[in-house]
């Protein structure tokens, strides 16, 4: 687990970002990590969407925050904080749904890329939503954009130990 808060983590992410980014936008393998990444999310993205767990999630985060409580937050460090710059994804300064996760608005999440958690979690309702093959086929599409984001993390890992 990082130390500092989010705001920290934040500020360590924009300044990498600030540091690096280009860089990093111009390497063709960062950029074919990056892309593979941006993909796998939307898959997932796109069959949440058809399978209604978009609508599902969001709603109950609207009305309870359910999985999406205010710890949540904690479990971003700066680098997946970083990879969400790198995707287009702004970060948010200021919480805006008090008592839930920081990166919560009212639409639903603001990070492109997200925790492990935050995709893995099915909770019992979504599950009888899903059914079986729905939750299986969610899982699976999950998992490969949790593989995706892996390499995408170690790439950039690699990139920013280098002493350049």
């Not at 904080?81 to 994804?89: E, K, M, P, Y």
């Not at 996760?101 to 925790?115: H, P, S, V």
Request: glycine share 8%.
């Amino acid at each position: 687990m990082n130390k500092g808060n989010i705001h920290d983590r934040i500020s360590e992410a924009e300044s990498l970002y600030q540091t690096h980014g280009q860089r990093i936008l111009a390497l063709p393998e960062m950029n074919r990590c990056l892309t593979c990444y941006d993909l796998a999310i939307e898959n997932t993205q796109a069959l949440m969407r058809q399978t209604g767990a978009a609508a599902a999630c969001s709603l109950c985060a609207k009305k309870t925050g359910s999985c999406c409580f205010q710890e949540v937050e904690t479990w971003y460090d700066p680098m997946l904080l970083l990879i969400n710059l790198l995707l287009g994804a702004p970060l948010p300064h200021f919480r805006s749904l008090s008592g839930e996760c920081f990166f919560l608005g009212k639409q639903g999440c603001l990070l492109r890329a997200r925790y492990a958690f935050c995709l893995n979690y099915l909770c019992p309702s979504l599950r009888t939503q899903l059914g079986p093959a729905g939750a299986k086929a969610l899982l699976a599409a999950v998992g490969e954009e949790l593989a995706a984001g892996w390499e995408m993390e170690q790439a950039l890992y690699r990139l920013l130990s280098k002493k350049t």
